[in-house]
């Protein structure tokens, strides 16, 4: 068993700055992949950033150059920095684990971007 628990969110002004965190423990694989997924309401969840143990990162269209994924890997963590926040950022964020075919999900962490 995983546990994932995000940390970070809040209400920030068009244009600002957030930094989230999530963090995994328990039967951790070394190698694995984690990355952090959206979801506005009424819409689908998805995909924002993942970074794998190697450190490969890919990102969505809608935040290239916005947002950086990092990790460490000797804590088992991994972060969002979001700069140039848009209201359509508004969103719970939702970091995902994932390795050997095992999936696990945070709880997630509002993001409310105001205009």
């Known amino acids: 068993q995983v546990q994932v628990v995000e940390s970070g969110g809040g209400l920030v002004q068009a244009g600002g700055s957030l930094r989230l965190s999530c963090a995994a423990s328990?039967?951790?694989?070394?190698?694995?992949?984690m990355g952090w997924y959206r979801q506005a309401p009424g819409k689908q969840r998805e995909l924002v950033a993942a970074i794998s143990s190697g450190g490969s990162a890919n990102y969505a269209d809608f935040v290239k150059g916005r947002f950086t994924i990092s990790r460490d890997n000797a804590k088992n963590t991994i972060y969002l920095q979001m700069n140039s926040l848009k209201p359509e950022d508004t969103a719970v964020y939702y970091c995902?684990?994932?390795?050997?075919?095992?999936?696990?999900w945070g709880q997630g962490t509002q993001v409310t971007v105001s205009s």
């Open positions: 328990g039967r951790i694989f070394s190698i694995n992949t």
């Open positions: 995902k684990w994932d390795a050997l075919g095992y999936q696990y």
